[in-house]
């Protein structure tokens, strides 16, 4: 058990800036998801399922790669 704990706080350093980069990217894609009408593919309810469900970099990614509607 202290093995895995000694683990978990040599890694902290490298998980905290990656953690607070998910949540920035995901709150971002999901502000941009509802303040926007038109998508490439997709509708809203489509990219609001995705962007939840894959939350972990991949869901905000495919977004702006494939619905995000270029203005």
């Known amino acids: 058990?202290?093995?895995i704990l000694?683990?978990?706080v040599e890694i902290l350093?490298?998980?905290i800036p990656l953690m607070i980069a998910?949540?920035?990217l995901l709150g971002y894609t999901l502000?941009?998801?509802?303040t926007h009408q038109?998508?490439?593919r997709g509708s809203?309810?489509?990219?609001?399922a995705v962007t939840i469900v894959l939350m972990s970099f991949v869901g905000p990614i495919l977004y702006f790669l494939l619905g995000r509607e270029d203005a």
């Not at 502000?31 to 509802?34: A, D, M, T």
């Open 6 to 8: 000694n683990s978990l």
């Open 38 to 40: 038109s998508y490439k």
């Open 22 to 24: 998910e949540f920035v």
């Open 13 to 15: 350093p490298f998980l």
């Open 31 to 34: 502000y941009h998801i509802l």
């Open 44 to 48: 809203r309810t489509l990219w609001l």
């Open 1 to 3: 058990m202290d093995n």
